[in-house]
């Protein structure tokens, strides 16, 4: 069963090579990719997720304003009333020193797990395998260790 993921860059960042190469990863590692570009709100991820029934929502930020673009989204993403994983990822907060406490705050805020910019793409992956597998069902969890 393929699992499908929301990718995207969130609020009004035009940086694209970094999506554009986590994509071909995802897509390569067997992920159903819905890349929703540059640009995009808060609204669009939360209606890319619900349409395509998606186990999890990636969202990266380059230009430094994640902070602002990201207040209220999981408040989004619990009244649409989808359970998925989340990720973010880039460079997060403008003048950024200390990555853990820029990691902490968006923890705070609801996301699985926080990645830095240089954040190698198949860290992320094998973080992503590991995320899903531990919310996927005990049958299904029978059916991959019976397969495997």
């Keep these: 069963m393929t699992q499908t ?5 969130i609020g009004s960042d035009a940086h694209v090579v970094g999506i554009t190469i986590l994509e071909q990863a995802l897509e ?12 995009t709100s808060q609204e669009e ?19 430094g304003h994640a902070k602002q673009d990201c207040e209220g989204f999981h408040q989004r ?12 990822g880039g460079n997060l907060a403008v003048g950024q020193d200390d990555f ?3 990691r902490k705050f ?5 996301f699985d797990r926080v990645f830095d910019s240089e954040t190698d793409p198949e860290d992320a992956i094998e973080a992503l395998r590991a ?14 260790t019976v397969s495997a």
């Design 45 to 63: 991820f939360v209606e890319a997720a619900s349409a395509n029934d998606a186990e999890a929502v990636l969202v990266s930020s380059l230009y």
């Design 28 to 39: 390569a590692a067997g992920f159903d990719v819905v890349n929703l570009g540059v640009q």
């Design 131 to 144: 995320d899903l597998d531990m919310r996927s069902t005990e049958s299904e969890q029978e059916s991959q």
């Design 106 to 110: 968006f923890r705070e805020l609801g």
């Design 100 to 102: 853990e406490e820029t």
């Design 77 to 88: 993403i619990a009244d649409a009333d989808l359970d998925v994983t989340t990720y973010i």
């Design 5 to 9: 993921v929301i990718l995207g860059v």
